[in-house]
């Protein structure tokens, strides 16, 4: 996953942010904590027993030891699993909590992002940011600290324990201290440039499996297959070369620090009987009280080596998700709140130039859209319709010029209010993958009632395929609508917007995909709609926009002809040789 950073958040702000994030548990933290501790107290209590055990047990058969031992153990053990049982059920809980907190921000924050924030980036990494990189900010919040603290703990207590049995010998094992260390810093180092390489990877797993799922059909069809399984196969192989790496540089750590207790084993059994350490006392229980410790001290030394780089994934994980959070949302500053406009849609000089693209989408737009008067947008494709409608519910902004609603800029709206004022229907219909029903009744309709739905669905020239379907009109469309046909899909969309009944109408290639004969049953019950609306339509059949009070030609973002139809082919412009065209092509298919 590239690091998108919408905004740049430093590691300190980064620190400090996650422990805001932790406030609202600030207690399950501190008894987790506790209990850590806990746990790496009675490890070090216990290697401490050792002695006794070994010197009184065996060597001195002290009975007072011999009743009391078997509690001590027993109780160190019985304390240690309750604070184990703590602090994994603490950690859990903290952690879940962090990552679904993480979660909802992030969401929260894609659906009030700009349009052209997810013009920007792909799904997939929409996607792995809320699936993979808020997992991570929980493996560092929690499992990081964890290893952090008790590991930590335990080899701060056993080598203090060492160093109170003998400190000589502790000393003479301090020789080992560069060559673990030197261990430490290779194997961290080499985790992180490693993981880094991985969270780039899993995004790009992600994002083939999606194309391929989303494009099957294309694949099909066009012979992808050998292409995409290749594709695949190189992130995946990488993948597997990426893992079996971490896992050598595990072994490899592994083993070395087997190396070295057994190395730190020899050095001690090669001190202890030296004869200088004769007279310093060290028993047979010292020795196995430092042999424990040592055994203690190593596993926890090799997991703390992998802390750091843990933590640095975790950093860059909440940073890349901080980013998100503090970017920028769709702007909203308007402060004028409408019940119902009257639907006058006036646009004054308007230039769009897309983000990153090098030729304006629209050029000095000036049109006027009266209430209740129908405007057709006709043009070649790529004329600049869509981005023209597009303006109007401020999924874009004009780069000069305005748009105005009954007078006033559409900035001085809310947008809750002036999107409340438009039905709309896009020219790639979107579907839920829920029912019929709760797909025409969305969002704010969600309220209708059933005989609404009907009705809107009825008008839509819906309820003819919708009668048929097992379950009526609460049958599932599958995801993005795959269980309809296009056309069906677009009259489901219409529907919606018919029943949000809305002052301003935007129907963008809204019955393309349907017959002659069913676009005409759509067109009544729209045209009995756009009585008192203003609506703007889009289309490329033009028999459909016959009846419009203007026609508006675009070419190149530039508005090249206006007028109403009689007008138009009046003039004999382009307007009227298309229409021809088009003309001539139903009458050959007519023949
Ligand atoms: N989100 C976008 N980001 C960048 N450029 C865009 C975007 N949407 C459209 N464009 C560009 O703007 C120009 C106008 O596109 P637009 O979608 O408005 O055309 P259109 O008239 O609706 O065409 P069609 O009839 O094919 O739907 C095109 O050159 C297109 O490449
Ligand atoms: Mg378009």
Redesign the pocket.
């Known amino acids: 996953m590239s690091r998108t950073a919408v905004g740049e958040v430093s590691d300190a702000t980064t620190y400090r942010r996650l422990l805001a994030l932790l406030s609202p548990f600030r207690w399950v933290v501190v008894v987790t904590i506790l209990a850590m501790v806990a746990d790496a107290v009675c490890m070090t209590l216990f290697a401490k027993e050792v002695k006794p055990l070994v010197d009184k047990l065996f060597v001195s058969r002290d009975p007072h030891m011999i009743f009391w031992m078997p509690i001590i153990i027993v109780s160190i053990f019985f304390v240690r699993s309750i604070a184990v049982y703590i602090e994994s059920y603490g950690s859990a809980y903290v952690g879940r909590s962090v990552v679904q907190d993480m979660r909802r921000r992030i969401f929260d924050k894609y659906l009030r992002m700009p349009?052209?924030f997810f013009?920007r980036e792909s799904s997939g990494q929409q996607i792995s940011r809320i699936t993979y990189t808020s997992e991570q900010v929980a493996q560092a919040t929690t499992d990081s600290a964890k290893i952090a603290i008790v590991d930590g703990l335990t080899v701060v207590g056993l080598v203090a324990m060492m160093l109170w049995t003998s400190w000589l010998l502790t000393l003479a094992l301090l020789v080992m201290v560069p060559s673990i260390g030197i261990l430490v810093t290779y194997v961290s180092r080499r985790y992180r440039r490693i993981n880094t390489t991985i969270q780039d990877v899993v995004g790009r797993v992600t994002g083939v499996v999606e194309e391929v799922v989303g494009a099957h059909r294309e694949v099909k069809v066009f012979g992808g297959q050998d292409y995409e399984a290749k594709r695949f196969d190189d992130v995946t192989d990488r993948t597997r070369k990426l893992n079996i790496k971490v896992a050598a540089t595990n072994g490899l750590s592994t083993a070395f620090v087997q190396l070295a207790a057994a190395i730190a084993l020899a050095l001690i059994v090669f001190f202890a009987t030296r004869p200088f350490m004769a007279h310093r006392g060290l028993t047979a229980g010292g020795f196995m009280r430092l042999f424990m410790c040592m055994g203690g001290i190593l596993p926890s030394l090799k997991r703390l080596t992998t802390v750091q780089s843990n933590i640095q994934r975790g950093l860059a994980a909440a940073q890349e998700l901080f980013g998100i959070i503090d970017a920028p949302v769709e702007r909203d500053e308007g402060t004028r709140v409408i019940e119902l406009c009257r639907g006058d849609i006036e646009f004054r000089d308007v230039h769009l130039t897309?983000?990153?693209?090098s030729?304006a989408?629209?050029r000095g737009i000036s049109l006027d859209c009266p209430p209740g008067s129908i405007t057709a947008?006709v043009?070649?494709?790529?004329?600049?319709?869509?981005?023209?409608?597009?303006l109007i519910p401020r999924f874009?902004e004009p780069t000069s010029g305005e748009v105005l609603l009954d007078g006033h800029p559409l900035g001085d709206y809310t947008l809750r209010s002036l999107r409340a004022q438009i039905a709309w229907v896009g020219?790639d219909v979107v579907l839920f993958d829920d029912t019929i029903a709760k797909n025409i009744a969305y969002g704010a309709l969600a309220g209708a009632s059933e005989a609404a739905i009907t009705a809107a669905a009825e008008a839509a020239n819906a309820m003819e395929f919708v009668r048929e379907l097992p379950a009526g009109i609460h049958s599932r469309v599958g995801e993005g609508g795959a269980l309809l046909s296009g056309g069906q899909r677009q009259r489901i969309a219409v529907a919606r917007a018919l029943l949000k009944n809305a002052p301003i109408l935007v129907l963008?290639?809204a019955t393309s995909a349907l017959d002659t004969e069913s676009e005409r049953l759509i067109q009544d019950a729209l045209s009995r709609l756009m009585k008192n609306r203003t609506t703007l339509v889009?289309a490329?059949r033009l028999s459909t926009v016959e009846h419009a009070d203007q026609i508006v030609v675009?070419d190149q973002?530039h508005i090249v002809e206006r007028g109403t139809h009689v007008e138009l082919l009046a003039r004999g412009g382009k307007y009227a040789a298309l229409y021809h065209l088009q003309f001539r092509d139903a009458a050959t298919a007519a023949a």
């Open positions: 349009t052209t013009d897309y983000a990153g693209a030729t989408a629209l947008l043009g070649r494709s790529g004329s600049g319709k869509s981005s023209l409608a597009s874009y020219q963008d290639e889009i490329h675009l973002g």
